[in-house]
């Protein structure tokens, strides 16, 4: 499937902004990874807590059994357009 | 073959590049109602909640509804457009963005609203520290916010070749696009990482989506409240979303069209078919809140129909009957015939479906708790300015940032509606001949390509 | 562990709302003021309700119900709160921590009993002629009857002092001990001895909003001709 | 998030409070010592003390942290209310603490309303110099004193210091006198002590509309008597009948309530006197051996009277008595039954307010029915209040201008003409005044009174007291009254001072209550009663000498020696110690639990109040203490005294006409009620009754507002007065539930909030005294004059109904 041909014509050379950029770049990753692993960490301490205190440990594990696996596959989609597009200039 | 591309979408990029009068005087408007709720929010904050119209057996009221009411908008992008790419919908092209715009700024409003109605707003981080999952409060936040993140991943990743075009034709903000570009070239490598992470995305929304909305019912039918406790309500809440979902993405692309002058993207087709769409989830809305209302009012338990009088004839009929006509009457009388003037009847259908929701979010909160079990005291609810004023500097701070959104990356995705010129057709032909039946190929025709 | 319960006798209550008054003035309850009255926002823990049989002429046959919390054994309250700011402490008492509560109201929209009231403003502050054993709530917390549960504790720290069990009937809420008729009789349900106990299994007990399941510990006595 | 012009100076104070911070934390250790110091655990005292917000006299017991006030329970060693306490109780504190208090005393600044603040000193002399100028002229009887609803030896005190200084008019403004017998059975009786209600032991109560769970004499008693009826375990489920035109909370509670026409309840009970005589339900041997009057009787001088029984026979019909009350003849029967069968059985009639115009054949009427039930002196029915023994006071020493003072004739005219019957007559007050008749007032006293407020005569009470130089006040709180006053000598409230309490219409016990002040005063308040002794001693003479105690607390320390030397009765204790007492007791041993005065003194100051359960005449001979030695259906003690009236003012016509109706000969002393003629409704259609609430205070309780947010529970109120309809005359004048509606009398209009509430008669509103802040009833109320008690009548108004 041909691919569009983007706007992709125009190369700036690479400089000193083209570093920063690819550290912000980087640091939007790291981000999202922090965010996302934040959600699950508090995730895990509620369901901590219920179990501590014995308060309907069924539901929040049957919460978490759902929760968690989503957003590690959040985590995933964003992690492989980060590599995917980022990763692809490098090797070429 | 790219210069020509380019001349012909440059309508799409034109918002991005100049801005005119009228994008200034619509910010001042809605920054003005975005003060107004500003203030009213400020009232609340220093003199407590008994600035807004709630007392003893009406707890909840405005804010409430304002929060079931845009958690059901947000339904509009993801769902609508997850369902048109993975059913690939040719005529979808012009309006996935749209919609998934609409999700991510409206969850902002939404999930604000619950903070607006807490009495002790500075001890938020509570939920944090001593969270409770029992709660359905806590279902919701962990749902709203996984719908938060996958609705931001759904919009962002789609965009990024239309970025990669701003990076190189737009001379402003040149540090933003080219980050946000992910130093996209359009590699056949990077356009197979991008197309996979989109069909992943559309199937991943879907359930998000579906299960935010029932958890947001949850929150009323896991009580023991007559007309609460009735096991509709999960269904009945997210069939209630995405009607009202397909009438805010409808309001939001007629305003962009005139707007932006989009005609030649947003075709009277496209108004018929969201139109139709509109049309059978109003009858499906009708048919569950009739389902609803016929079993409460068959059992005739006496708690349940104390709540139900006061809808039909009580102090609640105009709410009750109002979104009965908005909801239902006004959509069927303008979408069963949409001959001429297509886009005007189906915007006055979509804006009587959006206040209709309203109502039905209303009607469903305050009445039951306006009439206690026990002889407490009916408590009649009426809101005061500042929840007036709420919910105005709320519906105007989606409209900024909607807004100010077309003023940063182009409203209607570039990239796919290039593809749709290119690729499309002949694409559309190849599936059509797989649909028909084979007549002379032998059995053992080729495996299916992929999806 | 106790299970501390009340029965209120209907036969013997007046409606003189003793109780009602009493409760505001052990547990700090403020008067909102005629604005907020008439908003219909007065704060009263312990509330007479006044149940009127058939609709169509009222003043007919009416009873008076007095209706603090009923401090359930499964509430329907505790499981939504989000923050555990209400919980159900080991002897049978529906506590409230003003501290933690955020405010949300949902457990005041899950009760059936409409118990939980909300401080809608700032409705007072410190001042002389308080009790000094109840904390004053501030603005935007949800409050409840909490069976003088600093009664309780005073109690269990005299008893704990001279070495003995609390003794029934040493702990006994502000309602029950200023009501005029003895209407109001609270107790150990866990101790089969205990007066409560006895009344819990008389003929005319009854519990309000039974076919709920919140197990409500405050058992009724009816009016009327039946024994016990 | 938008910078607003305070968050900016905020934010700017910020960074400058951040500079303090470091300065602070020197300052933070040595504040801390201190803080140490307020949180250690504060002393705590219980204080017995006497709850003054109805004539109910229950005892508190007052939780003080290091002195001051810091809660209210109710004293559970006291007899009346044994620990319980009612809604009006809690609101003591509010009382006590209310912001708007008179801080100290103050004179009028020029015009009336206009106060400036004065020492003690110069107010206490401004007032004897005042009072002793009008003795020296010989116008001791122009110092009028108006006492409100309080009694024991504040009342004594202020008797003997107007005895003292010679004037005649002590006069009290209230519509019931607790520690004086019901007039009806003083006459049908002859008794001189008030009877007591054995409510805890009967078996059925028919109360004539007496709130008794509401605001009668003693709601806590009452109440505690009324739980005894229906569950006291022992014995079947007591009955309770309730006579009154609105379904009350009291009639809610009744196993029958009797909707009747205001003003017909006497008639109602000479057709149940009327079922019970035809169906022989009465109980003959009582009304054998001890009625009077009850059959046809020939007098000394040979004249036929016929009896009660022909008489009511003849008259009251049970269709001409359904007829004029609206209770239909089945209730009638059935209640007449219930009367005659269970036993035993008391009926009460002794409302607060007046029943009707003729009010007092109605109260006979009524007690005539404790007669044919045999009710009188038996346990569960009527018993006799003993004597409280406290020690008597030496006579009054009375000089030449107290003597000259006390000839006069009274300015109210009570015990003359009209008022003949009646000791005070506030009523006649202020058209005596404005009339200067017999002799103007040149001083007013008001003590715990507010008639500027409370009384239906307030607008004659007002043009009157522009008529008097000088008022002075003793109201701790700026009231109506006290507004108009020249001098305000504020009084401490209850929780502040000495004070003492005997409580009348007990089940039989006589008991009297000492109060301790619970705190210091919190203002520069003193209570009346020293106040009353300093001007004693400081006008000098005979004064000073009948008055010679230093403190209020000397005088009732030597008032009580007479308890602790009588011989018999308890300083309350724990009901353990109690029972064994008087077990010894019933065989003859009352052993002394005190050595000497002072510890009995101490203990009656800790323990809050002295009692005596056992010494209870039950016998009939001293419940017929008349002339005949019985029960008198022909009230001869009141003939007597109209006989010794016309011979002293010559012409009877004007108490005949005041009994009801100039040729009624015989009528007049029998307890017979004329059926009022049918009045067609004219310009004012429906009927004002109008009633006390159970949580509301005397006075109104303005500045307690736990009590104005909570009053009825009947009707959802708060803080504001209502008016009760009917729904049905509601819609008739298209008036919706909640609505503001204009009451118009005759005399005047209000605007309330009217409330639907079917337990009422259609045509018949309703309004609570004291119902809340807004509009005042007794603007409404018309000025009728009820003869036998000297105060307005509350329940004859006409009334129409206009939308607001």
């Known amino acids: ?92 | ?451 | 562990m106790a299970r501390w319960g009340m029965v209120i006798d209907l036969d013997r209550c007046t409606g003189c709302q003793a109780c009602v008054i009493a409760c505001k003035a052990e547990n700090n309850v403020p008067a909102v003021g005629a604005k907020e009255a008439v908003r219909g926002r007065i704060i009263s823990w312990m509330q007479v309700l006044t149940e009127v049989e058939d609709h169509d002429h009222p003043g007919e046959q009416m009873r008076f119900v007095p209706r603090p919390c009923l401090q359930c054994d499964d509430p329907p309250c505790t499981k939504v709160c989000p923050v555990y700011a209400t919980y159900r402490n080991p002897e049978g008492i529906v506590a409230q921590i003003y501290a933690r509560c955020i405010g949300c109201r949902f457990c005041m929209a899950a009760c059936p009993y409409n118990a939980k009231y909300f401080n809608w403003h700032r409705y007072q502050k410190e001042g002389p002629g308080q009790n000094p054993d109840v904390s004053v709530r501030p603005k935007g917390v949800v409050e409840k009857c909490t069976f003088c549960h600093h009664r309780l504790q005073h109690a269990r720290e005299r008893a704990l002092a001279e070495g003995r069990e609390v003794a029934p009937g040493e702990y006994v809420p502000a309602c029950a001990e200023a009501c005029p008729a003895r209407a109001i009789i609270f107790g150990d349900l866990s101790d089969p001895g205990s007066e409560v106990s006895r009344l819990a299994q008389s003929r005319r007990a009854f519990r309000l909003l039974e076919e709920l399941g919140t197990k409500p510990k405050v058992i009724y006595l009816t009016e009327g001709e039946g024994r016990g | ?804």
């Open chain 1, 1 to 92: 499937m041909p691919s569009p041909s983007g706007g992709g014509d125009v190369r700036r050379a690479p400089g000193a902004s083209d570093r920063t950029v690819r550290v912000i770049q980087w640091a939007m990753a790291g981000l999202a990874v922090l965010f996302i692993g934040g959600i699950i960490t508090w995730i895990t301490h509620l369901i901590r807590t219920a179990w501590r205190l014995g308060d309907v440990p069924s539901a929040s594990i049957g919460i978490s059994l759902v929760a968690i696996p989503v957003f590690l596959t959040l985590l995933g989609v964003i992690l492989y357009v980060f590599v995917g597009l980022l990763g692809d200039r490098s090797e070429r």
């Open chain 4, 1 to 804: 998030m938008r910078v607003t012009r305070r968050g900016f100076f905020q934010t700017i104070g910020g960074t400058a409070g951040a500079a303090a911070l470091i300065r602070g934390k020197l300052a933070k250790a040595e504040q801390a010592g201190e803080d140490l110091g307020r949180w250690a655990t504060p002393e705590e005292v219980m204080v017995p003390s006497i709850c003054q917000q109805c004539p109910g006299g229950c005892g508190l017991m007052v939780r003080t942290l290091d002195g001051k006030a810091a809660g209210l329970s109710g004293n559970p060693l006291h007899p009346v209310n044994r620990g319980a306490l009612c809604p009006k109780a809690f609101g003591g504190l509010q009382l006590l603490y209310d912001e708007n208090r008179l801080k100290g005393p103050m004179a009028r600044n020029g015009e009336r309303g206009r106060f400036r603040p004065i020492g003690w000193d110069e107010a206490l002399s401004m007032l004897t110099a005042r009072l002793s100028g009008l003795r020296a002229k010989g116008l001791a009887h122009t110092v009028a004193i108006l006492g409100g609803q309080y009694r024991g030896s504040r009342d004594t005190l202020w008797r003997r210091f107007a005895d003292a200084y010679g004037t005649p008019n002590y006069i009290r403004v209230r519509c019931l006198p607790p520690e004086r017998p019901a007039l009806a059975h003083q006459l049908m009786q002859g008794v001189t002590t008030p009877l007591g209600y054995d409510l805890g032991e009967a078996q059925l109560i028919l109360s004539f509309g007496a709130g008794l769970l509401e605001a009668w004499l003693g709601p806590v008693h009452a109440s505690q008597a009324f739980a005894r009826l229906r569950r006291s375990g022992e014995r079947p489920r007591g009955r309770f009948v309730q006579v009154d035109p609105r379904r009350s909370p009291t009639a809610v509670k009744a196993d029958r309530w009797v909707p009747i026409v205001p003003g017909t309840d006497g008639i109602l009970a000479l057709g149940i006197a009327n079922a019970l005589i035809r169906e022989e339900l009465y109980d003959k041997e009582f009304i054998e051996r001890h009625a009077f009057g009850f059959e046809d009787w020939v007098d000394q001088r040979g004249e036929r009277h016929e009896g009660f029984r022909n008489l009511v026979l003849r008259e009251y019909g049970l269709l001409t008595v359904s007829a004029a009350t609206g209770v239909p003849v089945k209730a009638i029967l059935e209640i007449a039954r219930d009367l005659g069968t269970i036993k035993p059985a008391v009926v009460i009639g002794e409302r607060g307010p007046a029943y009707g115009p003729d009010d007092l054949h109605t109260r006979m009427a009524i007690h005539s029915l404790n007669a044919l039930t045999g009710s009188i002196g038996v346990r569960g029915g009527l018993l006799i209040q003993g004597e409280l023994p406290l020690s008597p006071l030496r006579p009054v020493q009375q000089d030449e201008a107290a003597k000259r003072g006390l000839e006069h004739p009274r300015i109210d005219g009570a015990g003359w003409g009209e008022y003949f019957l009646v000791s005070d007559a506030p009523q006649a007050l202020p058209e005596r005044i404005l009339g200067a008749k017999p002799y103007p007032i040149n001083a007013l006293l008001l003590f715990a009174t507010n008639p500027l407020g409370n009384h239906p005569a307030k607008e004659a009470f007002a043009r009157a007291f522009d008529q008097i130089p000088f008022i002075v006040s003793f109201s701790p709180f700026l009231d109506d009254s006290s507004a108009r006053a020249d001098l305000i000598l504020p009084d401490h409230t209850y929780l502040e001072r000495w004070q003492d309490d005997q409580v009348t219409h007990l089940a039989g016990f006589t008991c009297f209550s000492l109060a301790r002040p619970a705190t210091a005063p919190l203002h520069q308040t003193r209570s009346t009663a020293d106040v009353v002794l300093q001007i004693a001693k400081a006008l000098g003479g005979s004064l000073a000498k009948s008055l010679p105690w230093e403190k209020f607390e000397d005088f009732l320390h030597e008032r009580a020696r007479g308890l602790y030397e009588a011989g018999r009765g308890y300083v309350v204790s724990a009901p353990a110690e109690e029972s064994l007492r008087r077990i010894l007791e019933r065989q003859g041993y009352w052993t002394p639990e005190f050595k000497s005065y002072d510890e009995f003194w101490g203990a009656l100051g800790k323990r809050g109040a002295w009692w005596d359960p056992t010494g209870l005449p039950v016998s009939r001979e001293a419940l017929l203490t008349t002339p005949s030695r019985k029960f008198e259906f022909y009230a001869s003690g009141l003939k007597r005294r109209v006989d010794e009236a016309v011979k002293r003012e010559g012409t009877g016509e004007v108490f005949v006409r005041a009994l009801g109706g100039a040729d009624r000969g015989d009528l007049l002393y029998l307890p017979v009620v004329a059926i009022p003629p049918v009045r067609e409704p004219g310009a004012f259609p429906l009927r004002l009754n109008t009633y006390r609430l159970m949580s509301r205070p005397i006075g109104g309780g303005r500045n307690q507002p736990w009590l104005l947010e909570q009053p009825a529970v009947h009707v959802r109120a708060s803080w504001e007065g209502w008016v009760e309809i009917h729904p049905k005359t509601a819609s008739e004048l298209g008036i919706k539930g909640g609505e503001p509606v204009w009451v118009e009398s005759a005399k005047g209009r209000v605007r309330l909030r009217a409330k639907l509430y079917a337990g009422t008669l259609p045509d018949v509103v309703h309004i609570p005294l004291f119902g809340g802040e807004g509009a005042n009833p007794n603007d409404l109320i018309a000025n009728e004059t009820d003869p036998f008690r000297g105060f307005g009548l509350l329940n004859t108004t006409r009334v129409r109904l206009l939308k607001a």
């Open chain 2, 1 to 451: 073959m790219a210069d020509r591309a380019d001349t012909r979408d440059a309508v799409l990029l034109a918002p991005i590049e100049l801005t005119g009068r009228g994008f200034y005087l619509t910010v001042g408007l809605l920054s003005l109602l975005i003060l107004w709720g500003a203030i009213a929010y400020w009232t609340q904050f220093d003199e407590g909640l008994g600035v807004t119209g709630l007392h003893q057996p009406v707890s909840w009221g405005f804010y409430v509804t304002n929060f079931v009411f845009f958690i059901g908008i947000s339904h509009a992008g993801t769902l609508i457009s997850a369902i048109l790419r993975l059913s690939k919908a040719e005529w979808r092209r012009p309006i996935t963005r749209m919609a998934e715009v609409i999700t991510v700024m409206v969850l902002f409003i939404g999930a604000g609203q619950i903070l607006v109605d807490l009495g002790r707003p500075d001890r938020m981080l509570n939920i944090i520290r001593y969270g409770r999952y029992q709660s359905p409060l806590l279902w919701d936040a962990t749902s709203i916010s996984a719908y938060l993140t996958a609705s931001i991943v759904y919009l962002y990743i789609p965009m990024i070749p239309d970025i990669a075009i701003l990076r190189d034709r737009v001379g402003k903000r040149k540090l933003l696009y080219t980050v946000l570009a992910l130093g996209w070239q359009g590699t056949e490598h990077q356009q197979k990482v991008l197309n996979r992470a989109i069909a992943i995305m559309a199937v991943l929304v879907i359930p998000i989506a579906v299960s935010v909305h029932s958890v947001v019912s949850f929150v009323f039918s896991m009580t023991l409240q007559p007309m609460w406790h009735s096991t509709i309500f999960g269904p009945y809440f997210v069939v209630g979303a995405i009607f009202s979902g397909i009438a805010a993405l409808i309001v939001a692309m007629v305003a962009f069209r005139k707007a932006y002058g989009l005609h030649g993207y947003l075709k009277p087709i496209h108004f018929r078919y969201l139109g139709q769409l509109l049309l059978v989830m109003a009858l499906l809305w009708f048919y569950f809140t009739f389902a609803e209302y016929l079993t409460g009012y068959y059992g005739a338990e006496p708690e349940e129909m104390k709540v139900f009088q006061a809808k039909f004839s009580g102090p609640f009929w105009p709410f009750f009957w109002g979104m009965v006509l908005t909801n239902l009457i006004i959509p069927i009388l303008c979408l069963v015939r949409l001959g001429r003037r297509t886009i005007g009847k189906v915007l006055i259908a979509s804006l009587s479906v959006t206040v209709g929701m309203w109502l039905e979010r209303f009607i469903i909160v305050v009445p039951t708790l306006s009439n206690p079990r026990l002889p407490f005291g009916e408590g009649i609810y009426w809101p005061t300015w500042v929840e007036w004023g709420e919910l105005a500097g709320s519906f105007a701070l989606f409209a900024l940032f909607y807004v100010l959104f077309t003023k940063l990356f182009p409203v209607i995705s570039i990239w796919e509606i290039r593809e749709g010129r290119e690729v499309g057709l002949k694409e559309v032909e190849e599936r059509l001949l797989t649909y028909l039946p084979d007549t002379a190929e032998p059995r053992h025709a080729e495996p299916e390509r992929g999806w």
